[in-house]
């Protein structure tokens, strides 16, 4: 079992960046694939990237792809959204999940934080 902290949410003008993080407590950190989610109010949860447990391998939703990266760090069992190029339509609740398997479905992501705020302003 993991416990998920995400940081790093605010305000933000368009075409701006920020860098999420998302800090995992206990020692099995780098045995999960780790993913970003977004929901927007009204909106169903959504998927935003995926990285896999060793940091080889990465996938993005075509929303975000080229603006974003995700990133891993398993000795400080942290692992990151950068967001680049910032548009008002990124704005939602950033939710970051651990899972044993490598996908983007949200049923199949096991532990989930609590979620960061990220607004991007016109």
């Known amino acids: 079992q993991v416990q998920l902290v995400e940081s790093g949410g605010g305000l933000v003008q368009a075409g701006g960046s920020l860098r999420l993080s998302c800090a995992a407590s206990?020692?099995?950190?780098?045995?999960?694939?780790m993913g970003w989610f977004r929901q927007a109010p009204g909106k169903e949860r959504e998927f935003v990237a995926r990285i896999t447990w060793s940091g080889g391998r990465t996938y993005y939703a075509d929303s975000v792809k080229g603006r974003f990266t995700i990133s891993r760090d398993n000795a400080k069992n942290t692992a990151y959204l950068q967001m680049n190029s910032l548009k008002p339509e990124d704005t939602a609740v950033y939710y970051c999940?651990?899972?044993?398997?490598?996908?983007?479905?949200?049923?199949?992501?096991?532990?989930w934080g609590q979620g960061t705020q990220v607004t991007v302003s016109s």
């Open positions: 999940a651990a899972s044993d398997r490598l996908t983007t479905r949200v049923s199949a992501y096991d532990y």
């Open positions: 206990g020692r099995t950190f780098s045995s999960y694939h």
